[in-house]
Nanobody
Framework: QVQLVESGGGLVQPGGSLRLSCAASGSIFSINAMGWYRQAPGKQRELVATTTTSGSTNYADSVKGRFTISRDNAKNTVYLQMNSLKPGDTAVYYC????????????????WGQGTLVTVSS
């Protein structure tokens, strides 16, 4: 199976910055897309940002200009640089990866991390 390990969450003041990271491991042939989603209390999980191997990106309107998603394909790692954080950004952030399993078998996968809590408060 494919596993995702997230790190970088924590408490930050409004206007501050955090950098989240997520590393994928396991039998992986390719990762076609990676992204970040978040879920605040009482809210549905929503897309924050995604990126493909080719470099295309997609951002939620609420984070455009403040967040930047990047990817290190060699390390199967995705990052989310979060600047100018607002209290509304407070949520559990989940990493997601979609691709194809490797070695002798080829099958699609869609994996999720366990989430990392980001709290923006003064």
């Amino acid at each position: 199976q494919v596993q995702l390990v997230e790190s970088g969450g924590g408490l930050v003041q409004p206007g501050g910055s955090l950098r989240l990271s997520c590393a994928a491991s396991g039998s992986i042939f390719s990762i076609n897309a990676m992204g970040w989603y978040r879920q605040a209390p009482g809210k549905q999980r929503e897309l924050v940002a995604t990126t493909t191997t080719s470099g295309s990106t997609n951002y939620a309107d609420s984070v455009k200009g403040r967040f930047t998603i990047s990817r290190d394909n060699a390390k199967n790692t995705v990052y989310l640089q979060m600047n100018s954080l607002k209290p509304g950004d407070t949520a559990v952030y989940y990493c997601n990866a979609a691709g194809v399993t490797g070695w002798n078998f080829r099958s699609p996968f869609n994996a999720w991390g366990q989430g990392t809590l980001v709290t923006v408060s003064s």
